[in-house]
């Protein structure tokens, strides 16, 4: 088992003059002008002094146990991945300025973002769980925060900061992620494959985490429904995709290896789940 990961240095954006390159791990943003950087790896601040603000994340790399060497390249892709994610995240604050209206930032950038990081830092465990214990607690670290000022996050905010608050199941998204959420308002209603019925059977042992996180499937369905709501007249012609049905889609596809471990523990572990995780918008 190896501990060495390459230390990915901090991602900080900034305006500087005229211009200046950054070399990013696996990208490279453009933006006005781009400054030097440093992190660990799988946590980004790139930041912004003058414009949109700057975008923190928790540092994922620090927090992980020894990596299985069968694990290490899945690993370190995955944290690679992280930081791109955040690059792109940047340079979608600078794309957008002045786009939709008070909570554009949250449901069209953070809110995505954290879902991807979701997805992602679960792959890292999962990676790692297949020949050692499986770390916990890194979806608590998939959050990140925007600060206006272009200044750096306040310590403690990284955990906190790209929250968003659950919202109340919808009454038409009972049962499994199947279900729509309705179309009272004439949006449309975002429909998703149905899980349950594509699982083997599942072990005595992970039955309650199984029904769980297919509740938390029902729940990701309802809140999607909300938003396409509460987002009308948002953005592009493509923000439902980005800001709504992309980020369903990492957030189901998390829940569904979720899943998919759970029954892995003790049984064969069930294929092909991710391709449950796309969901459609009908009118």
């Known amino acids: 088992?190896?501990?060495?990961?390459?230390?990915?240095?901090?991602?900080?954006?900034?305006?500087?003059?005229?211009?200046?390159?950054?070399?990013?791990?696996?990208?490279?943003?453009?933006?006005?002008?781009?400054?030097?950087?440093?992190?660990?790896?799988?946590?980004?601040?790139?930041?912004?002094?003058?414009?949109?603000?700057?975008?923190?994340?928790?540092?994922?790399?620090?927090?992980?146990?020894?990596?299985?060497?069968s694990a290490q390249d899945e690993v370190t892709r995955n944290l690679a991945q992280l930081d791109q994610q955040v690059a792109e995240a940047n340079k979608r604050l600078v794309d957008t300025v002045g786009q939709g209206g008070p909570d554009f930032v949250q449901n069209a950038i953070l809110?995505?973002?954290?879902?991807?990081?979701?997805?992602?830092?679960?792959?890292?465990?999962?990676?790692?769980?297949?020949?050692?214990?499986?770390?916990?607690?890194?979806?608590?670290?998939?959050?990140?925060?925007?600060?206006?000022?272009?200044?750096?996050?306040?310590?403690?905010?990284?955990?906190?900061?790209?929250?968003?608050?659950?919202?109340?199941?919808?009454?038409?998204?009972?049962g499994d992620a199947g279900a729509g959420g309705g179309d009272a308002s004439g949006v449309g209603a975002i429909s998703c494959p149905d899980v349950a019925p594509q699982l083997p059977a599942i072990p005595a042992s992970a039955q309650d985490e199984v029904t769980r996180n297919l509740a938390q499937l029902d729940q990701q369905v309802a809140e999607a429904n909300k938003r396409l709501v509460d987002t009308v007249g948002q953005g592009g012609p493509n923000f439902v995709q980005n800001a709504i049905l992309g980020p369903l889609e990492d957030k189901r596809t998390a829940t569904v290896n979720r899943i998919a471990t759970a029954i892995g523990r003790t049984a064969d572990r069930p294929a092909g789940l991710d391709s449950l995780a796309a969901c459609t918008l009908t009118k």
Do not use: F, H, W
């Not at 900034?14 to 990013?24: D, I, K």
């Not at 002008?33 to 790399?61: K, M, N, Q």
């Not at 679960?122 to 916990?136: C, E, K, L, V, Y």
């Open 1 to 69: 088992m190896s501990r060495a990961l390459p230390k990915y240095n901090k991602r900080r954006v900034g305006l500087a003059g005229g211009a200046a390159a950054v070399a990013l791990t696996g990208a490279v943003i453009a933006g006005t002008a781009l400054a030097g950087e440093s992190s660990e790896g799988g946590g980004a601040d790139a930041r912004t002094l003058a414009g949109p603000g700057t975008i923190s994340c928790p540092d994922v790399a620090s927090r992980l146990p020894a990596i299985p060497a």
């Open 111 to 174: 809110g995505p973002l954290e879902d991807k990081r979701t997805a992602t830092v679960n792959r890292i465990a999962t990676a790692i769980g297949r020949t050692a214990d499986r770390p916990a607690g890194l979806d608590s670290l998939a959050t990140c925060s925007l600060d206006a000022q272009g200044d750096p996050a306040v310590p403690g905010q990284e955990e906190t900061g790209g929250a968003e608050p659950s919202a109340p199941p919808a009454e038409d998204a009972a």
